[in-house]
């Protein structure tokens, strides 16, 4: 089993639909967990974090915890084109020694 | 700028040569992570360092790899007789430790390197 699996893609939504972009991990001492996107050819960026199970908004974006489940998910509301991308899963241990594992990432495309 | 920022961008080499990229942080952040990303997969996890100490290093690399953190400041990654596929994109990456909440982590823009 791999340590964070992401649902496979490519995920494509129409314009203003929602997009949901599922994750789930297998450490069960997984303490952090973050969302990032990576567009074709640049390098990750940090769009949100989330360390208590329930629901984190910001702005068009949700994140999802459910640790008894070790799932997190990323909701995106009104897509747009410009949320076309790769979405990557991450989560961390809150040790002293930790490292943070990244799933394989999931591509959305958002058609307008 | 104070973000992360990496050198070379680009790096073409032959086979058997030596690379060398370097790493300049957050300079507030006083950890490290080093990866490495091929096309259609997520990063994958090189080492990471708090301030200059190496806390880790994946056993997926091999004894070509070596990294350093002299002074907790900036990072140099090396590969050692390089091979073909060694080609990927070296992504560095720093964070805070504490507190959790602010512990996520900021990517520089990358070290593309090609094998010949």
């Known amino acids: 089993q791999k340590e964070v699996e992401q649902n496979s893609g490519p995920l494509s939504v129409p314009e203003g639909a929602i997009a949901s972009l599922n994750c789930t991990y297998s450490?069960?001492?997984?303490?952090?967990f973050f969302w990032y996107r990576q567009y074709s050819g640049k390098s990750p960026e940090l769009i949100m974090s989330?360390?208590?199970?329930g629901d984190k908004e910001d702005g068009r974006f949700t994140a999802q915890l459910n640790k008894a489940s070790q799932y997190v998910s990323l909701l995106i509301r009104d897509s747009q084109p410009s949320d076309s991308a790769t979405y990557l899963c991450?989560?961390?241990?809150?040790?002293?020694?930790?490292?943070?594992?990244f799933g394989p990432g999931t591509s959305l495309s958002v058609i307008p | 700028d104070t973000g992360v920022s990496q050198d070379p961008r680009h790096k073409i080499t032959k086979r058997g040569q030596n690379v060398t990229f370097r790493c300049d942080p957050i300079?507030?952040?006083?950890?490290l992570y080093w990866y490495r990303q091929t096309l259609g997969q997520g990063p994958e996890f090189l080492t990471y360092f708090q301030n200059e100490a190496q806390l880790e290093k994946s056993r997926l690399l091999s004894d070509r790899f070596s990294a350093e953190r002299p002074k907790g400041s900036f990072s140099t990654l090396e590969i050692q007789r390089t091979e073909q596929g060694d080609s990927a994109m070296y992504l560095c990456?720093?964070?805070?430790?504490?507190?959790?909440?602010?512990?996520?982590?900021?990517f520089g823009p990358g070290t593309r390197l090609t094998v010949t």
């Open positions: 990456a720093s964070s805070l430790v504490f507190p959790a909440t602010q512990s996520g982590q900021y």
């Open positions: 450490d069960r001492g997984s303490q952090s």
């Open positions: 989330i360390y208590s199970n």
């Open positions: 991450a989560v961390k241990r809150e040790t002293s020694y930790d490292k943070v594992i």
């Open positions: 300079s507030e952040h006083n950890r």
